[in-house]
């Protein structure tokens, strides 16, 4: 499954895990599937699911990508959050089709009980409005990195000096904690039981990859030619944070770049723990 | 005839190996001699331990099985036989290694190395042959001792080919080669399909350690002196540990028991053609590469994390992943909808918790040694943790298959093992520290 889908696959499942009449939840990730009237609901990620026309669905459905196409009945709702859903003539949606976000089709004939548009912008983050929200995120993480440099300037060091020092030992952490962890936590959603736990597990790993974002612009602000010391580290967030978007303009190479960043700042901040003390490896004979 | 000419023939260029300032010598500079000792290292641990992993492992059952037609219960016997056969074979061979002082010595592991692949390609190439009870029985007997002496003489060549602070990233290379190629090809894993593949491999193999072997080369004289600077390894510095110690046999104990959840658990997923058919062996290649490159990815994270940790935090990682992936497993059987594919993140997790620990088995036990130990240590470790595991592991499960046991009930068992040991390893390094803590603070 595309690793970007997990907040949606976690809201998801919060959806779910608030509705009462759920107590199991079935997740397609990939493959073409017809959809049976097994109880439960439904989580489409990058699958392709169908609703035969003689079949009648209980949902709920949720579709966080992947493509969904209503031939037949589906008692509950069908949530939209990305992805597409086509919905047919023949199609009768007993609950509410709430649309969020992706790409919807209804044809005229189709019967559906509610129908509810909620439209949230979740394409590419390209344009005006995406440079804005990378500018806003630049500025929020430079006034995090002022404030940290102020008040835990060794903490950021002993980051900093982590990711100057051991790259690939950091990347190696940061990858396979968040490989291991993002796994981890969508299993837990899975319960719904351990939902709330998931949830804060995810809140943490922002926080900490925020962290790791600063540090990276903590190493990026010490080169840079600023004769204010305490002016540095936040300018080297904004750099930090610019470089990231103009790789994310480039196809699968500037995306794995940037992305092989992030993880060694998440790296660095893990190994030190948070900063608490400097990375000690062990020092081996020649 | 031109003097170049002259120079790149293979008369030529045996000469050249021969003096050090001939042209095999100078076509070894670019990487340098111990560039050479790495690349060999690579090669004969790649090729060997996927020999192992196809042919012996996986070929032996079926070639038990199906060829010859023995019960499960029969096969997993024999093969119990066979693990603790060449158990005693490596223990005895790498006692004697360290007395003659064969340890430090790369010329005599090449002749043991030049014995043990010419019988086994001797072996490779009969086994589709093999199609009674007597037949497998005896093919077994010489394969558990050929087994048995090429196990601490191919491990002890890192004392003599790989600098302790490489350790970590030639092991993961070697690691992550051997599982990559054998996640791709071959795909049948049957005994016929498996033994040309070998027969390819080995005998080119043999012949080079044949030549090896009977001619004195320039090149391999400075690798075999080598273990001078690299012998002592990375655990055994400023003071050696004694073979009768906990710093020896806990790794042990750990590596066994990773070995022998992985093999216990693995057996019966690979019997489920639900989950084989989407991974191991699908009839695609995209999983199949996929898993490939995870083998490779996971060795080389491991190869990273043992060079700057240490094998502690290693197998932190490993058992965890291990209590994860059955985790995964036993709550897709569970849960997971009948009819639908079971997702690829289950064999990837898998795939991971192998690559780590291959990945430290290769490096664990020369780090554990000197010259002077460094055939027991391997002997012991590769003999015990990894080969006795993992036939053990293996006929307990075909075992547990041939009483009837569900595999939802067996991986159970094994998710609680895992699950255990992902406890107890945290736990037991707290108490050590608690009582490194509690004899410090003593009075005299």
């Known amino acids: 499954m595309n690793l970007t889908l997990v907040p949606l696959l976690l809201v998801a499942l919060l959806m779910a895990s608030a509705d009462s009449g759920v107590e199991t939840v079935q997740l397609l990730v990939s493959g073409s599937h017809d959809l049976t009237n097994q109880p439960g609901a439904v989580v489409v990620a990058d699958a392709t699911a169908r609703v035969a026309v003689d079949t009648a669905v209980p949902g709920p459905v949720y579709v966080i990508g992947g493509e969904v196409v209503v031939s037949g009945e589906v008692a509950g709702d069908i949530v939209q ?122 809140v ?35 750099v930090v944070v610019a470089i990231l978007q103009v790789l994310s303009i480039i196809p699968v190479v500037g995306d794995l770049l940037g992305l092989g960043a992030l993880l060694t700042g998440l790296g660095a901040v893990l190994v030190t723990y948070f900063g608490i003390t400097p990375l000690r490896v062990d020092v081996l004979p020649a | 005839m031109n003097t170049q000419s002259k120079s790149t023939s293979p008369a030529g260029l045996v000469r050249g190996l021969v003096d050090p300032a001939g042209p095999a010598a100078r076509l070894v500079g670019p990487i340098g001699v111990t560039g050479v000792g790495y690349v060999a290292y690579v090669a004969v641990m790649a090729a060997g331990y996927y020999y192992n992993l196809t042919f012996v492992q996986l070929g032996l059952i079926d070639l038990g099985t199906r060829r010859v037609g023995l019960a499960s219960s029969t096969v997993s016997r024999a093969m119990a036989g066979f693990a603790v056969a060449a158990l005693v074979v490596a223990v005895v ?122 001619r004195r080369f320039a090149f391999v004289d400075r690798l075999a002196r080598q273990h001078e600077r690299f012998g002592i390894g990375r655990f055994c510095r400023p003071t050696p540990i004694a073979t009768a110690s906990l710093a020896f046999w806990v790794p042990l104990a750990a590596m066994f028991a990773i070995f022998f959840v992985d093999s216990v658990g693995f057996l019966r997923i690979i019997e489920t053609p639900a989950y084989v058919s989407t991974s191991w062996q699908s009839p695609e290649i995209g999983p199949r590469l996929v898993i490939a ?88 470790g590769v003999g015990i943790a990894g080969w006795l595991a993992s036939f053990l592991s293996t006929s307990l499960a075909l075992y547990s298959e041939s009483l009837g046991l569900t595999l939802l009930d067996h991986l159970s068992l094994v998710n609680a093992l895992a699950l255990l040991l992902a406890v107890t390893w945290p736990v037991v390094a707290y108490i050590r520290r608690a009582r490194s803590l509690a004899t410090r603070r003593s009075p005299p």
């Not at chain 1, 790791?212 to 010490?222: D, K, M, S, T």
């Not at chain 2, 005896?138 to 002496?149: D, E, K, P, Q």
């Open chain 1, 81 to 202: 959050l990305a992805g597409v859903v086509r919905v047919d003539d023949s199609a009768t949606i007993d609950g509410e089709l709430r649309h969020v976000g992706g790409s919807l089709a209804v044809a005229p004939g189709a019967v559906i009980g509610q129908r509810t548009s909620l439209p949230v912008a979740t394409g590419p983050r390209a344009g005006p409005a995406g440079l804005l929200m990378s500018a806003v995120t630049a500025l929020l993480l430079a006034l995090v990195a002022a404030r940290l440099r102020r008040r835990r300037g060794a903490a950021l060091d002993n980051v900093a000096d982590a990711i100057v020092g051991h790259p690939v030992v950091t990347l190696t952490v940061g990858a396979l904690g968040a490989l291991t962890a993002l796994t981890v936590f969508v299993f837990m959603a899975f319960t719904l039981l351990l939902l709330p736990v998931a949830l804060v597990g995810v």
């Open chain 1, 204 to 238: 943490v790993g922002v926080v900490a990859t925020a962290h790791g974002a600063i540090a990276l612009g903590h190493v990026v602000g010490a080169r840079l030619p600023v004769v204010d010391p305490g002016w540095a580290t936040p300018l080297g967030v904004i």
């Open chain 2, 293 to 380: 490159a995870a083998h490779l990815v996971g060795a080389a994270m491991a190869g990273v994390l043992y060079t700057a940790f240490g094998r502690r935090w290693l197998l932190v990682w490993i058992f965890g992943l291990f209590a994860f992936t059955h985790l995964l497993y036993t709550t897709h059987l569970h849960t997971g909808p009948a009819g639908m594919d079971p997702p690829l993140a289950l064999p990837l997790f898998y795939v991971l918790a192998v690559s780590f620990y291959t990945t430290l088995n290769f490096a664990l036990w020369p780090d554990l040694s000197t010259p002077a130990t460094v055939g027991t240590r391997t002997a012991l």
């Open chain 2, 93 to 214: 061979t790498g006692r004697t290694m360290d007395r003659r002082g064969w340890g430090g010595s790369l010329p005599v592991k090449i002749r043991l190395l030049f014995a043990v692949v010419t019988t086994q390609t001797v072996l490779t190439l009969a086994a589709p042959r093999v199609s009674t009870s007597a037949g497998f029985v005896a093919w077994i007997v010489v394969c558990s001792a050929t087994l048995g002496v090429g196990m601490p003489v191919a491990f002890s060549l890192m004392v003599d080919l790989v600098a302790v602070r490489h350790r970590g990233h030639v092991a993961a290379v070697a690691a992550g080669l051997a599982f990559a190629v054998a996640a791709v090809y071959p795909l049948e894993w049957r005994i016929e399909a498996f033994a040309p593949v070998m027969a390819t491999m080995m005998v080119p193999a043999a012949v080079v350690l044949g030549v090896l072997s009977l």
